[in-house]
């Protein structure tokens, strides 16, 4: 007679535990569920029937209380998405510092030919120039940039 690793007779007959096949009926009744809520639960966790037009329990356990690993990679796509627009916007208000001083330099021109034929006095229009130098492109305070919140 064969042993097993303990020591114990192996049986010749294997016993195997019959898997459980639910129909949506049986099931809805079982854990006290609509049978359209149940349905619709299998439909949105694009479960289908075996080739007996049933599910098995891990099946029903999925549509009935949800798949843990497929709510995280949802919730890692939609945080990815997020972050993507957000690199997305980001991207479309910076703007490099060598392309808008040739237009900077223009403004300030125009600027100061205003300054200059203002009605101000030149003490005052020589601080606001001296002001207007002090302003460059390339450096833009944290404070000064919009607020995405």
């Not at 064969?2 to 009926?25: A, C, F, V, Y």
């Not at 099946?59 to 972050?83: F, N, P, Q």
Request: hydrophobic fraction near 35%; charge should be positive.
């Amino acid at each position: 007679m064969k042993r097993n690793k303990g020591g114990r007779p192996k049986s010749s007959t294997k016993t195997r535990l019959s898997q459980i096949r639910w129909t949506i009926e049986a099931a809805a009744s079982e854990f006290g569920l609509d049978r359209k809520t149940l349905t619709s639960r299998i439909k949105t966790s694009d479960i289908l029937p075996g080739t007996d037009g049933k599910y098995s329990t891990r099946d029903m356990h999925v549509a009935i209380a949800g798949d843990l690993e497929s709510a995280r990679i949802r919730k890692t796509r939609v945080e990815c998405e997020i972050l993507e627009r957000e690199r997305d916007l980001a991207s479309r208000l910076l703007i490099r510092a060598e392309d808008i001083e040739p237009i900077w330099e223009d403004i300030c021109a125009s600027i100061r030919q205003i300054i200059l034929h203002s009605s101000l006095s030149q003490v005052e229009k020589e601080q606001v120039l001296l002001q207007l130098r002090e302003i460059k492109p390339g450096e833009v305070k944290p404070d000064a940039l919009p607020s995405h919140e």
